[in-house]
């Protein structure tokens, strides 16, 4: 990565934009290229921070968290309890990279499809069990969580599950002749950049008009080559319905209901967060309240006929920002605030059935020969499913277990070693997964899966990171919202919600934003 200084006199840059590699266009007329200099960066730089200031794009920047007060057993967070200017910019890709339309398309047309297919999975729990055996066996916190699962913590005669789940896509281009969509992972807990998402797309679609049509005084309508993103608005829209069904269910007003939102302690992306909760309240007059789990430890209410009540306000949907690691139950009393939690009535966004669907291991065994199609509607939708399958492989104990080892040691490189953990960070990749082969005893491997590695090819962009523009070689990844409502195992909600794009060094194999591996994007339609 080049970091290009822009303090006093920035050194001379030629980048050309957008950098697309011909075999990939579709479209005759599509943008003409630009040269961008160090006078038409600095005014696009200039540009992108006003605005990103003025909207809100920002983090809490590092050791400057919201503080939570802690005694032995409880907790007292405040979201504002920092000072304003320790802030920073959401790092982000200048202008919208590259992505082609086809597979753009592809990737949201079967959203619905996963949305399902995570639902009629969470409804076999002999499946959920048996697929997640090994891994539990040595990995505690699946093993807690299924545990918990198992428990059937909720008696409630009616049962609400609410999911927001993001399939995320890379595209895999071994070759100059070929492109495909495949999937990384499928994310059924606190998928993040709801708000953020939508904002750079709005953020990207004012430069490219700066950058063509003001400096450059071209004349382009760029609705051609930019897909509208309705993400922020799509959730807000299936939380919405989800709470509002609650209230029609139990013959209350949602003026007299809120959604819970459990975050984590010290959390850094508060705006984005903020950002869907305004929302909710500026289209529906919903409001949110905001929890760790073990500020809930204290003061929520279960009652006898399965109400949740915080601060003498009846909770109508559960909404998990946290709970997606080890590090958010650090006691046992997350835990029995977990619990807790599942008894209740409220709507679960998601529940524990999805929460565990949505793990690593859940995607290696759907992709096994006829197990996705057990929980398919028609043969076309697992079709379209499996298409965008990568290959998958068991770490478990079993009959090809030395063949997979063997393969993977000849060429490290191409697999990536993922555990059953959300969040980025977390996967093991070349020397690592050598050592981990060679040292890990038979059941330490089963809480891996091993993936063979997508290929992207990768494309020049420019970027604003904690002030700086950087330079590099970038690989550009697709995620798809999906809402999802069910009662009782009848399907009331089945859309698709947005879309967010996330772009990083090809230097760097983790994904993740939050994480400080990513930044955010849009896609430029080719």
Not at 204 to 217: F, G
Not at 375 to 381: A, I, K, L, R, S
Request: one cysteine or more; charged letters at 20%.
């Amino acid at each position: 990565i080049k970091i290009i200084k822009i303090h006093r006199k920035m050194e001379e840059l030629s980048f050309t934009y957008p950098n697309i590699d011909s075999n990939l266009l579709n479209n005759d007329s599509f943008l003409p290229t630009i040269e961008i200099t160090s006078k038409t960066l600095k005014l696009l730089t200039k540009e992108a921070e006003t605005w990103c200031l003025k909207n809100g794009f920002i983090f809490v920047a590092p050791n400057s968290s919201n503080s939570s007060t802690k005694t032995e057993n409880t907790e007292k967070v405040d979201d504002f309890n920092f000072n304003p200017i320790q802030t920073i910019i959401a790092p982000f890709i200048l202008l919208p990279s590259p992505f082609p339309k086809t597979k753009f398309q592809q990737a949201f047309s079967i959203e619905t499809y996963f949305n399902k297919l995570v639902h009629k999975v969470s409804l076999d729990k002999q499946f959920i069990n048996e697929s997640l055996l090994s891994a539990s066996k040595v990995d505690s916190f699946t093993c807690k969580l299924l545990e918990l699962y198992n428990q059937d913590l909720d008696k409630n005669q009616i049962k609400f599950a609410h999911g927001i789940h993001r399939s995320d896509y890379l595209l895999h281009q071994p070759d100059s002749e070929t492109t495909i969509l495949q999937q990384v992972e499928i994310n059924t807990i606190s998928s993040s950049f709801i708000t953020f998402g939508t904002m750079i797309c709005s953020l990207q679609k004012y430069l490219l008009h700066y950058l063509y049509n003001v400096i450059n005084k071209k004349n382009i309508n760029f609705e051609n080559y930019l897909m509208e993103n309705h993400g922020l608005n799509g959730i807000a829209e299936s939380l919405a319905f989800a709470t509002q069904n609650y209230c029609d269910t139990y013959n209350l007003s949602k003026f007299n209901t809120s959604i819970l939102m459990v975050i984590q302690s010290n959390e850094r992306n508060i705006f984005d967060q903020r950002g869907l909760a305004f929302k909710l309240f500026d289209l529906y007059q919903i409001t949110v309240i905001r929890k760790t789990l073990l500020e809930l430890h204290s003061c929520a209410i279960v009652t006898s006929d399965g109400k949740l009540i915080i601060d003498d306000r009846e909770i109508a949907m559960i909404y998990y920002r946290s709970g997606y690691t080890p590090n958010d139950y650090p006691s046992e009393l997350e835990w029995e605030t977990r619990a807790n939690l599942e008894r209740s009535r409220a709507v679960k966004s998601p529940t524990l059935a999805y929460q565990l669907v949505g793990t690593k291991k859940m995607q290696q065994v759907l992709a096994l020969p006829n197990i996705l199609e057990r929980f398919t509607e028609n043969e076309e939708e697992a079709k379209a499913m499996r298409s965008t399958f990568a290959d998958l492989f068991s770490l478990s104990q079993n009959d090809n277990i030395d063949s997979v080892i063997a393969t993977a040691l000849a060429d490290p490189h191409n697999f990536v070693m993922k555990p059953q953990r959300e969040g980025g960070g977390n996967n093991l990749y070349d020397d690592q997964i050598t050592t981990a082969l060679k040292t890990m005893s038979s059941e330490e491997r089963a809480a891996y899966i091993l993936m063979r590695r997508i290929i992207p090819k990768p494309f020049k962009t420019l970027a604003i990171k904690n002030s700086q523009i950087l330079s590099f070689d970038a690989v550009s990844e697709l995620g798809i919202f999906g809402g999802f409502l069910s009662k009782n195992d009848q399907i009331l909600y089945n859309k698709v919600s947005g879309y967010l794009a996330r772009t990083k060094s090809i230097s760097v194999s983790e994904g993740g934003v939050a994480a400080g591996f990513a930044m955010l994007d849009s896609p430029l339609l080719i």
